[in-house]
Each structure stands twice: as structure tokens, then as C-alpha cells.
């Protein structure tokens, strides 16, 4: 149980396109999700907190209108990259936190790298 | 706000050997804690976690980790190191009835046959 996807695992594109990044919980229901940015070698940084109807929390030194967060229902949440720069190239991992569940279920991760 | 602390960037064992990956945080009431293994260019797997029941934890392949609340610690143990073990292990801690993790910078443990 508490599978988590993300599509596509990895993407290239050119600098100044917008990417798109899709993650589902597939086999759970959950109000609560995260996105999280990893740059090489280093922890999972916290980007935003999302809940399923309302505006997603961003963290200090995220930028709202560069990171579209866009959580629809309770199995799918979209996070667009608009205008990406070389500086956006990470791994964007996702996870959700179900309710009367005391962890996150993470996403295996999607591989972003701005040309 | 909570922190949490990772001793080392890289661990490197031989196989058969102990694993020892050293954990601290820093909050002023017990959270939750827990510890996730991340193999390369995959996600986070969920390796055990406290949550202020039994203070050694038992988690999957064979890794356990023990809550010292004197010591602030929760170190991730395994008694026997295996070629597959080897993979970035991340420490992290919520409040309780937080959702949001704080992770520590992550340990790299390499096992040398």
C-alpha cells in the first residue's frame, strides 16, 4: 500500500519552457501533499505544503509564480516549472500524508534538467 | 524550530560489518522521528520510525534505531552490513500531529566487499 507515482521520471528541456510534473497516489486518498526539491548530494529541501482545494503554502525563497502548484483532487497534484532556468535543474520529489498517518509517502522523484 | 543532525557525510563499511549512521535533533518536546533510505535517482523509502511508543524501533531489512531522549538521539543500527545497503540514508522529524518532516543532510553509506 501508500504508492505514490510521478511522471515523467526524468525530463530535459530547453531553458525559458515550462515542464510539467504529475504525482499520484494511486492506492490512498489524502488531503496533504509536499513537494520537495533535492540538488545533487544534498537533503530534501521543503518547496511548498498543498491542500486539496486551497492555495499551496510556499516556503521562504520559493517563488510562487515560478513553481504552479495545482492540486485538484485527493490523488493528484501538478507542479509546473514555468520559464525554467539551468538553475532549475534538480530532482522534484513529491509525497503525501494521509490522514491518521504519521509519515509521508514519497514519490520516486522526477529528474528536471534545464538546458 | 527543529533541526536535526546527521555526524558525517559518508559512512563506508566493509561488508558483514556494523552500520552505525548518527542522528540528533534539536526540539524542545520529543517528536517524531524517523529514518528514510534513498537509493540513486529514486525516492524516499520509509526505513522506520518513532513515534513515542517503544523507543528501539525495528524497521525493514534489518535496521533498527534506538530514541535517547537524554542523548537526543535516534542512531540507525544494523548489525550486518550488505552490498545492498549501500544508499544515501536521510534522518527526519516532525512534531507530533505535524505533517511536515525536517530532514537531516543525509549520510552515504558505502559497503566495501
Known amino acids: 500500500g501508500a504508492v505514490v507515482s510521478q511522471h515523467p521520471s526524468w525530463v530535459i528541456c530547453k531553458s525559458g519552457t515550462s515542464v510539467k510534473i504529475e504525482c499520484r497516489s494511486l492506492d490512498f486518498q489524502a488531503t496533504t501533499m509536499f513537494w520537495y526539491r533535492q540538488f545533487p548530494k544534498q537533503s530534501l529541501m521543503l518547496m511548498a505544503t498543498s491542500n486539496e482545494g486551497s492555495k499551496a503554502t510556499y516556503e521562504q525563497g520559493v517563488e510562487k509564480d515560478k513553481f504552479l502548484i495545482n492540486h485538484a483532487s485527493l490523488t493528484l497534484s501538478t507542479l509546473t516549472v514555468t520559464s525554467a532556468h539551468p538553475e532549475d535543474s534538480s530532482f522534484y520529489i513529491c509525497?503525501?500524508?494521509?490522514?491518521?498517518?504519521?509519515?509521508?509517502?514519497f514519490g520516486p522523484g522526477t529528474r528536471l534538467t534545464v538546458l | 524550530a527543529q533541526s536535526v543532525t546527521q555526524l558525517g557525510s559518508h559512512v563506508s563499511v566493509s561488508e558483514g560489518a556494523l552500520v552505525l549512521l548518527r542522528c540528533n535533533y534539536s526540539?524542545?518536546?520529543?517528536?517524531?522521528l524517523f529514518w528514510y533510505v534513498q537509493y540513486p535517482n529514486q525516492g524516499l523509502q520509509l526505513l522506520l520510525k518513532y513515534t513515542s511508543a517503544a523507543t528501539l524501533v525495528k524497521g525493514i531489512n534489518g535496521f533498527e534505531a534506538e530514541f535517547k531522549k537524554s542523548e537526543t538521539s535516534f542512531h540507525l543500527t544494523k548489525p550486518s552490513a550488505h552490498m545492498s545497503d549501500a544508499a544515501e540514508y536521510f534522518c527526519a522529524a516532525s512534531g507530533a500531529g505535524s505533517y511536515q518532516l525536517t530532514f537531516g543532510k543525509g549520510t552515504k553509506l558505502s559497503v566495501i566487499p
Open positions: 526540539s524542545s518536546v520529543p517528536p517524531y
Open positions: 509525497s503525501w500524508s494521509p490522514p491518521e498517518a504519521d509519515t509521508q509517502y
